[in-house]
């Protein structure tokens, strides 16, 4: 079967998974080398999710057999970003940093949008948002955006600060170096 034509008939999904098995059996150490690869078919497209919806469907949850193989390196253990772990309480500490996070992006924002800009712009594009997502997100809509806008201004504002400490850091060594 075509990749084309199984993107309308099929609900299922197959990953190339590596497997791995250490270099050296008598040896202690950890490295490992690449054995051979096993197709793991996950039945992850929701069910009664029209085709045409497949391809904005592109967020899911681990599935479960995944889950069990290892259940801690599928959950998070500092920040949720997105729906799925949104509101757990072990998490709820980053939810106050990613809001320091918004404010120093507003300030930085040469565009001087409002966070309510931001959030008019996130709830034009809610309901295809929300389709991303293979399960229905249980939050209202004020909820939802408010969630959208402070993870991806998080993840936005990560990478800013990384580069600007990055930049600090080279020109710190010029200085020195000089």
């Not at 997100?137 to 408010?146: G, I």
């Not at 959208?148 to 990384?162: M, P, S, T």
Request: charged share 35%; hydrophobic share 35%.
């Amino acid at each position: 079967m075509s990749a084309a034509s199984c993107e309308a008939e099929c609900e299922d999904f197959v990953i190339n998974v590596p497997l791995l098995e250490p270099a050296d059996q008598c040896c202690e150490s950890s490295i490992v080398k690449e054995a051979e690869c096993e197709d793991i078919v996950i039945n992850n497209i929701p069910p009664g999710l029209p085709p045409a919806e497949w391809q904005k469907c592109c967020i899911y949850r681990v599935p479960k057999q995944l889950r069990k193989v290892n259940k801690e390196a599928y959950t998070p253990k500092l920040v949720s970003i997105g729906p799925f772990h949104h509101r757990r309480k072990e998490l709820r500490d980053m939810e106050k940093h990613k809001r320091g996070y918004l404010e120093d992006f507003l300030k930085r924002t040469t565009l001087k949008k409002s966070q309510q800009d931001l959030e008019s712009i996130i709830e034009a594009k809610e309901e295809e948002i929300r389709l991303c997502y293979s399960d229905d997100c249980r939050l209202n809509s004020k909820d939802f955006v408010q969630m959208i806008l402070l993870d991806a201004i998080f993840i936005i504002e990560l990478f800013l600060k990384k580069v600007a400490r990055a930049k600090e850091k080279k020109q710190k060594k010029k200085r020195i170096t000089y």
